[in-house]
Nanobody
Framework: VQLQASGGGLVQAGGSLRLSCAASGSIYRINDMAWYRQAPGKQRELVAKITAGGRTNYASSAKGRFTISRHNGEKTVDLQMNSLNSEDTAVYYC???????????????WGQGTQVTVSS
């Protein structure tokens, strides 16, 4: 199982970016999908999470600016980020709880990370 993240880059403050993450491999079912980020010198933190049923949860810093969405048939999760500021600069990681077979325990998988840099 692999998670491939894309869409990071350099953007000016106030701008927008859309991150995408695609899961591939031997997948029976995907439960929660999420985006995390890690800024230099800081711990990795949850940005947004979405359940298989579409329920969402956001960090307070992301509420009102970021939107997480998933496309179950395509095994993808996106993060639309608007009104970006310098504090959003970080490496963003997608993550998912994935069952690889019927009856298996769900395991956490991580993407490779994509850099988001917001210039002020």
């Amino acid at each position: 199982v692999q998670l491939q993240a894309s869409g990071g880059g350099l953007v000016q403050a106030g701008g927008s970016l859309r991150l995408s993450c695609a899961a591939s491999g031997s997948i029976y079912r995907i439960n929660d999908m999420a985006w995390y980020r890690q800024a230099p010198g800081k711990q990795r933190e949850l940005v947004a999470k979405i359940t298989a049923g579409g329920r969402t949860n956001y960090a307070s810093s992301a509420k009102g600016r970021f939107t997480i969405s998933r496309h179950n048939g395509e095994k993808t999760v996106d993060l639309q980020m608007n009104s970006l500021n310098s504090e959003d600069t970080a490496v963003y990681y997608c993550a998912a709880e994935i069952l690889t077979a019927w009856g298996s325990r769900g395991d956490d998988f991580w993407g490779q990370g994509t850099q988001v840099t917001v210039s002020s």
